[in-house]
């Protein structure tokens, strides 16, 4: 018998230090058409449900932020706006094309300064105890092999009364939407993944990740386990998306 | 009584469409604009109770609008969705605003000031056309635009006086102004004799009680 941890990746079984490897292969084949695909996939949605999330990150001037799995910037475009010349916002990707694509849009768009990017595992953050006031992950959770691990490193990095933020794909419970997401997802997904970016599989792996990430619930209490305090969570176009908040006691 | 809250992305989706819309029409009533921005920071809250809504406006260079914000507002109107479309539908909105059903918290002076910037809100439709077609189809436009304008406004006028006359004087249902204040008169003078009759007995029965 084996010793080997294992963990999902999407719907198949794969040993722990496996998991990391393939994510990586799926966001470095998605990450020239990551947005274009993003807008597509959700009909724009995506930008409603981060638009959501800064409404609860109550950033002021001057904060440290770490933006983790920040991929192509999305939000920390807005924080850099709202911390100002005297706050600092890290952009941080395990993902070096990923991390790439997002510092050339940001560069492209004038925003430097306040801004540092990161390679990074988010079970292994390389910053001190204390460091952040806000931390955001959007769309990042479900592609970690260790979850409890990964927030356990949140709430060390943070401080005192700093507040977590984690914006991912979650589950319905509304049977008709759940039908017609399924159907959504397991169809016109990676088919739309076929004719857009020409890689049909990383799009299955999205929509199979989505299954197995834990319910909002679940999460919830990973969150109280982790540390965390005023643990609660909202729910975003039926349930498909959720936003969970913790702040570190 | 407040209706099913409402999704939260249905919510965003409203209020990115409606700060896009306000923030595209003040570009074009630079006046109104400048009086908006002379608020900035502050956090105006709108509590629509009938659908337990609440909408943040931030002032700033632009206006943003959020349905959830970590810090607390400066200032909150809350009142029934009725009581806001009611308030919107008048021309002085600052007078409207004291009378209405709406509750105010806080900084009366940012709802105010809010109240009054949009009381002046004149958007100059030419320029916001001019930038489109060009500036001569854009002046003819821009005519045909302020002619139908006033006699909407004009029409509109004359259709509540009509209105208020064939009730009045077609139906009879309700007394002319005169005869109402006359009526109203008579009432009064009624009270005030009731009153000081009511005094009178008090005394006498006082007197009549002393040894």
Same mark, same amino acid.
């Given at each position: 018998?084996?010793?080997?941890?294992?963990?999902?990746?999407?719907?198949?079984?794969?040993?722990?230090?496996?998991?990391?490897?393939?994510?990586?292969?799926?966001?470095? $084949?998605?990450?020239?058409?990551?947005?274009?695909?993003?807008?597509? +996939?959700?009909?724009?949605?995506?930008?409603?449900?981060?638009?959501?999330?800064?409404?609860?990150?109550?950033?002021?001037?001057?904060?440290?932020?770490?933006?983790?799995?920040?991929?192509?910037?999305?939000?920390?475009?807005?924080?850099?706006?709202?911390?100002?010349?005297?706050?600092?916002?890290?952009?941080?990707?395990?993902?070096?094309?990923?991390?790439?694509?997002?510092?050339?849009?940001? %560069?492209?768009?004038?925003?430097?300064?306040?801004?540092?990017?990161?390679?990074?595992?988010?079970?292994? %953050?390389?910053?001190?105890?204390?460091?952040?006031?806000?931390?955001? +992950?959007?769309?990042?959770?479900?592609?970690?092999?260790?979850?409890?691990?990964?927030?356990?490193?949140?709430?060390?990095? %943070?401080?005192?009364?700093?507040?977590? %933020?984690?914006?991912?794909?979650?589950?319905?419970?509304?049977?008709?939407?759940?039908?017609?997401?399924?159907?959504?997802?397991?169809?016109?997904?990676? +088919?739309?993944?076929?004719?857009?970016? $020409?890689?049909?599989?990383?799009?299955?792996?999205?929509?199979?990740?989505?299954?197995?990430?834990?319910?909002?619930?679940?999460?919830?209490?990973?969150?109280?386990?982790?540390?965390?305090?005023?643990?609660?969570?909202?729910?975003?176009?039926?349930?498909?998306?959720?936003?969970?908040?913790?702040?570190?006691? | 009584?407040?209706?099913?809250?409402?999704?939260?992305?249905?919510?965003?989706?409203?209020?990115?469409?409606?700060?896009?819309?306000? @923030?595209?029409?003040?570009?074009?009533?630079?006046?109104?604009?400048?009086?908006?921005?002379?608020?900035?920071?502050?956090?105006?809250?709108?509590?629509?109770?009938?659908?337990?809504?609440?909408?943040?406006?931030?002032?700033?260079?632009?206006?943003?609008?959020?349905?959830?914000?970590?810090?607390?507002?400066?200032?909150?109107?809350?009142?029934?969705?009725?009581?806001?479309?009611?308030?919107?539908?008048?021309?002085?909105?600052?007078?409207?605003?004291?009378?209405?059903?709406?509750?105010?918290?806080?900084?009366?002076?940012?709802?105010? =000031?809010?109240?009054?910037?949009?009381?002046?809100?004149?958007?100059?439709?030419?320029?916001?056309?001019?930038?489109?077609? =060009?500036?001569?189809?854009?002046?003819?436009?821009?005519?045909?635009?302020?002619?139908?304008? =006033?006699?909407?406004? @004009?029409? =509109?006028?004359?259709?509540?006086?009509?209105?208020?006359?064939?009730?009045?004087?077609?139906?009879?249902?309700?007394?002319?102004?005169?005869?109402?204040?006359?009526?109203?008169?008579?009432?009064?003078?009624?009270?005030?004799?009731?009153?000081?009759?009511?005094?009178?007995?008090?005394?006498?029965?006082?007197?009549?009680?002393?040894?």
């Amino acid at each position: 018998m084996s010793d080997d941890k294992t963990t999902h990746f999407g719907y198949k079984t794969v040993r722990e230090e496996e998991k990391q490897g393939k994510v990586a292969e799926v966001f470095h $084949n998605v990450a020239a058409k990551y947005d274009i695909m993003n807008d597509l +996939m959700s009909f724009g949605v995506h930008r409603l449900w981060k638009r959501f999330t800064m409404e609860f990150t109550g950033v002021r001037r001057g904060n440290h932020v770490l933006d983790i799995a920040g991929g192509t910037g999305d939000l920390t475009m807005k924080f850099s706006d709202q911390v100002g010349p005297e706050g600092k916002v890290v952009l941080a990707d395990i993902n070096d094309s990923m991390l790439k694509v997002g510092r050339d849009r940001l %560069l492209d768009k004038g925003y430097s300064g306040n801004i540092e990017f990161v390679q990074c595992n988010a079970q292994y %953050l390389p910053f001190e105890d204390n460091s952040f006031d806000v931390i955001t +992950m959007a769309f990042g959770l479900r592609n970690v092999t260790d979850k409890d691990m990964a927030l356990r490193e949140f709430n060390r990095v %943070l401080k005192p009364g700093g507040r977590l %933020l984690v914006l991912e794909f979650s589950h319905t419970k509304n049977p008709l939407l759940k039908k017609a997401y399924d159907l959504y997802s397991f169809s016109a997904l990676p +088919m739309m993944g076929k004719i857009i970016a $020409n890689d049909a599989e990383s799009y299955r792996y999205l929509a199979e990740s989505i299954r197995m990430h834990p319910d909002q619930e679940t999460l919830k209490g990973m969150f109280k386990d982790a540390g965390f305090a005023n643990c609660e969570y909202h729910n975003l176009t039926g349930g498909i998306v959720a936003l969970h908040k913790g702040i570190k006691p | 009584m407040a209706l099913k809250k409402l999704d939260a992305t249905l919510v965003q989706a409203g209020l990115v469409s409606f700060e896009l819309a306000i @923030n595209k029409a003040l570009k074009y009533d630079p006046a109104v604009q400048k009086k908006l921005r002379a608020l900035a920071p502050k956090v105006l809250a709108i509590n629509i109770t009938t659908l337990d809504l609440t909408v943040f406006v931030q002032f700033g260079e632009q206006l943003e609008l959020h349905s959830h914000q970590e810090q607390p507002a400066d200032a909150t109107l809350s009142g029934e969705l009725s009581a806001f479309l009611n308030l919107a539908s008048h021309e002085d909105k600052h007078a409207a605003l004291m009378k209405s059903d709406i509750q105010i918290q806080g900084s009366s002076q940012l709802a105010m =000031g809010l109240a009054d910037a949009s009381s002046h809100l004149k958007i100059d439709w030419e320029a916001m056309i001019s930038g489109l077609t =060009g500036p001569v189809i854009a002046h003819v436009v821009g005519n045909k635009l302020r002619a139908f304008s =006033g006699w909407f406004k @004009n029409t =509109g006028q004359k259709f509540k006086d009509d209105s208020v006359e064939y009730v009045r004087d077609e139906l009879q249902l309700t007394p002319h102004k005169l005869e109402g204040e006359s009526r109203f008169s008579a009432i009064h003078t009624l009270k005030l004799d009731a009153e000081r009759l009511e005094a009178r007995i008090a005394r006498l029965k006082a007197r009549l009680k002393q040894p």
